[in-house]
């Protein structure tokens, strides 16, 4: 288990049993709060410690990491511990040893898993039990903890966990059928996970694998991972083998991603381009990219407009966006405007950048004064993609309604204004449109107060990017997240 695992019920976990008993000392519990743990363990050890504060002083050495002195803790005295808390016990030693090394003493603790399915952290107690018994080579009781997983139902972790763990159980006692069904999976989608088990199982594997896998890292900006893996493809890749062009192309990729590397990148790519092996387009865009981000724009603008030529809808989509994106960031809005609009001709209505890109096209139009094709991508925006997000909607409401004003088209423009209201949504432009208005609340009467609606606005958004970009891979990123990091660009425009 990791020891960041549900941390906040981690913490509702222990102070629910350590309160349990009374009152507990509110200097103790300011100190627990405030991460002072060894302060923490000074009041303990100085009072005597009692059945009040035992499992605050687990939770002490839990997160000191003091792993010996949690289990001499725990294991000392069981009448200090009423049997509904059981469970916990059990389950802070079982990690406790884990972490010790001594698995024999883990499975010993895990194995009163079953006990209590009321107890949080029941789920992660049966999967580490399986885990250590795997690794103890007890397959008969791994299999039959397997089988208990399979009766719980689909919304159970154990019950969506079940075909992973019987694959790792199988690898242990049917290697020949795990690895067929492994390279199948493999073949069908790739993932990190069967990627995992067969480089830990069947390595060496075929070049090919370890190219996919390394795409799958790269994804995930696990770039140091991804050349290791590479390396490892590198080792098995002749110069004249055809695979060669896509290691390198890969190798480029990977390079490219990081700060210290890119010119490394771009000496791949000009290599590779001058072979003629590999797509030169696709090249191009990379090395567009490459450029963009060097800040050497005159450069970036030619790979990126040739590589536009492509046939291949991602390298074109690919080139679109950043061509679009570096003039929009250098303000040449005459040029970025048609950008975005072909993007969205290209890509069609549901790419994940569709909505974004009308959006920019409509402000890229709008500052460069060519009104009528603002109002036509505000409209889309409005029409399409605007229900479901109220912020995103009331933004191209306002924009609508600043472009009719500039077509002296006022009546309409009130419509749009009187929608943004409609909506309901206390966001920025909600207060924008009643200081329009005249109708001004008490709490944003000054520009002041609608500037701290903004920071706030864009505090709140960084917040929910800067969480999504640690979350696991699997998880997809929702089209509002994607909203969410557009709207937190719109503050570089005007106040209007």
């Known amino acids: 288990m990791k020891a960041s695992k549900g941390l906040m019920l981690l913490m509702l976990a222990f102070y629910a049993v350590g309160f349990l008993f009374g009152e507990t000392n509110s200097n103790l519990r300011e100190l627990i709060i405030r991460q002072k743990f060894d302060d923490a363990i000074g009041i303990i050890k100085n009072t005597g410690g009692n059945e009040k504060t035992l499992w605050q002083l687990a939770y002490c050495y839990f997160k000191k990491g003091e792993h010996s002195k949690l289990i001499d803790l725990l294991e000392k005295d069981n009448s200090r511990v009423p049997d509904e808390l059981l469970p916990y016990k059990y ?14 003493k883990s499975i010993d603790a895990y194995s009163f898993w079953m006990s209590d399915t009321t107890f949080p952290f029941f789920e992660d107690c049966g999967l580490a039990y399986f885990d250590y018994l795997v690794e103890e080579k007890r397959y008969n009781q791994a299999d039959s903890v397997l089988k208990i997983f399979q ?4 919304a159970s972790r154990l019950k969506r966990s079940a075909p992973i763990k019987e694959l790792e159980l199988f690898v242990k006692t049917k290697p020949d059928t795990a690895k067929k069904i492994l390279l199948s999976l493999f073949d069908k989608k790739p993932a990190k ?6 480089e830990a199982n069947f390595s060496p594997l075929k070049p090919e694998y370890y190219l996919s896998a390394a795409y799958l890292y790269y994804r995930s900006k696990q770039f140091a991972i991804a050349e290791n893996i590479l390396h490892k493809c590198e080792k098995r890749v002749k110069g004249s083998s055809p695979l060669w062009a896509e290691l390198s ?16 990148a771009i000496k791949e790519l000009e290599k590779l381009l001058k072979s003629g092996l590999y797509d030169s387009l696709k090249c191009r865009v990379a090395l567009g990219q490459i450029y963009r981000s060097l800040g050497e724009r005159d450069k970036a603008i030619l ?11 991602a390298t074109k989509k690919t080139a679109i966006w950043n061509l679009a994106e570096l003039y929009r960031q250098s303000s040449m809005w005459d040029k970025c405007a048609p950008l975005f609009a072909q993007y969205w001709n290209v890509a069609g209505r549901d790419d994940e950048l569709a909505d974004n890109a009308v959006l920019w096209a409509g402000l890229s139009y709008y500052l460069a004064g060519v009104y009528d094709s603002a109002l036509t991508y505000f409209s889309t925006i409005i029409d399409q993609y605007g229900r479901g997000y109220e912020a995103f909607e009331q933004t191209a409401l306002w924009w609508k309604a ?3 004003m500039r077509l002296e088209r006022y009546n309409e423009a009130y419509c749009a204004l009187d929608s943004i209201l409609s909506i309901g949504a206390r966001n920025y432009y909600f207060y924008r449109t009643k200081m329009f208005y005249g109708l001004f609340d008490s709490s944003y009467t000054k520009v002041e107060g609608l500037e701290r609606l903004w920071k706030r606005t864009i505090q709140k958004i960084d917040s929910l990017i800067f969480s999504q970009r640690f979350s696991e891979e699997e998880l997809i990123e929702n089209n509002n997240l994607k909203r969410a990091r557009f709207f937190s660009e719109m503050g570089i425009l005007d106040w209007g």
């Open 91 to 104: 389950w802070l030693l079982g990690y406790a040893y884990g972490k010790k090394g001594n698995k024999i």
């Open 151 to 154: 009766k719980f139902g689909l």
């Open 193 to 198: 996970w069967v990627y995992q088990l067969l």
């Open 249 to 264: 192309y890969a190798k480029a990729l990977v390079w490219g991603a990081q700060i210290s590397k890119r010119h490394k």
């Open 303 to 313: 790979e990126l407009s040739e590589a536009m030529q492509s046939n291949d809808l």
């Open 402 to 404: 600043k472009t009719l």
